[in-house]
């Protein structure tokens, strides 16, 4: 049993070690900023800048020209996050990341240079974004951060095997990746969204490489939103999004926390639902449920909601379902 100094210790080191966690989220920030209105400039120059769908609505074809991948600056971030806390679960988690935003990032090139919105195929984008989860989700079982099991309370398990684990967290992953990319079309909406997300993992994260990720990620959100809140200087794109969509998702699966995923990314599950009904009622109708979807540009066509009535909203939406998880987690399924 240790003693009461060594007690003492290890609460001053843990004391020390969360302090300088702040510290470096909020130095990720500055840099973030600083580092911004630079990136924006080369982007313009570039001729990086983000084609627009022809359908979409009036207000949107305004933003043509708006430099894209402005998700690359989230890399940033992840270095700071490497060189802060080199352990295996922060190399994991940068290295999910960065994949995911590379299979975004060959998406924006094509976007800006055919000057085409189409980007690559999207059955392309749905076998890279399998290929990443599949081996992600191995190395997470080789290192034994996962098993094959969804917990539903403290006293309830369901135990589905390695095969049937690996389907559900693959179609989970994929699928919710898809779904939070959906969430990419409004100036500042994906930002706003995430934050919550990230700070719900930062919350119940026990290990510290995984909390240092999540905030240093909040830290460069905040500092993105600055620029890219309505009317936005910058776009993220696919570079970011899907970066933020992949490791989001794979922070569910890593704490064990699947079971809130449905209410934790409400929105998201909303904006990809919307496009699968609307698509499916379309078909076998000829006529439209919303006015557009994603559901994002249904609330201004159809009720005249601006862009930062709608972007509020939603992210209000977003972090009134990240405390009922917390409360769930907190009473159901935390267990230490």
């Not at 095997?161 to 389907?167: A, I, L, P, R």
Request: aromatic letters at 14%; hydrophobic letters at 55%; proline letters at 3%.
């Amino acid at each position: 049993m240790p003693s009461l100094a060594e007690g003492c210790r290890f609460q001053e080191q843990r004391r020390g070690f969360s302090l300088a966690i702040w510290y470096i989220a909020i130095g990720t920030f500055v840099l973030i900023i600083s580092v911004l209105p630079f990136q924006i400039r080369l982007l313009r120059s570039m001729n990086l800048i983000q084609p627009i769908r022809a359908e979409l609505p009036l207000d949107q074809q305004l933003k043509k020209g708006t430099p894209l991948m402005g998700g690359t600056v989230f890399l940033l971030g992840m270095l700071v996050s490497v060189l802060m806390m080199a352990t295996h679960i922060s190399y994991y988690l940068v290295v999910v990341f960065a994949a995911f935003s590379v299979i975004g990032f060959l998406d924006d090139l094509k976007n800006a240079v055919d000057k085409n919105p189409a980007g690559i195929s999207g059955w392309t984008k749905m076998v890279l974004q399998f290929v990443v989860a599949f081996m992600s989700l191995y190395y997470l079982y080789q290192h034994s951060w996962i098993d094959f099991s969804i917990p539903l309370s403290k006293t309830y398990t369901v135990y589905l095997g390695s095969v049937g684990f690996s389907v559900v967290a693959l179609l989970l992953i994929v699928g919710s990746t898809n779904a939070i990319n959906f969430t990419d079309g409004l100036d500042g909406l994906l930002s706003s969204v995430a934050i919550s997300n990230y700070l719900f993992f930062f919350v119940i994260a026990h290990n510290f490489s995984v909390q240092l990720f999540c905030l240093i990620m909040v830290a460069c959100l905040v500092g993105f939103l600055i620029f890219n809140a309505y009317p936005a200087k910058l776009i993220m794109g696919d570079t970011g999004s899907l970066a933020i969509s992949g490791s989001i998702v794979m922070l569910a699966v890593m704490e064990k926390v699947e079971i809130l995923v449905p209410i934790l990314f409400v929105i998201y599950f909303a904006e990809i639902l919307s496009v699968i009904i609307q698509v499916a009622y379309f078909k076998q109708t000829g006529k439209r449920i919303f006015r557009m979807s994603p559901i994002h540009y249904h609330f201004g066509l159809k009720y005249g909601w601006n862009e930062k009535r709608v972007v509020a909203s939603f992210t209000l939406v977003s972090w009134v379902s990240m405390i009922a998880c917390l409360g769930y987690y907190h009473f159901f399924l935390q267990t230490a």
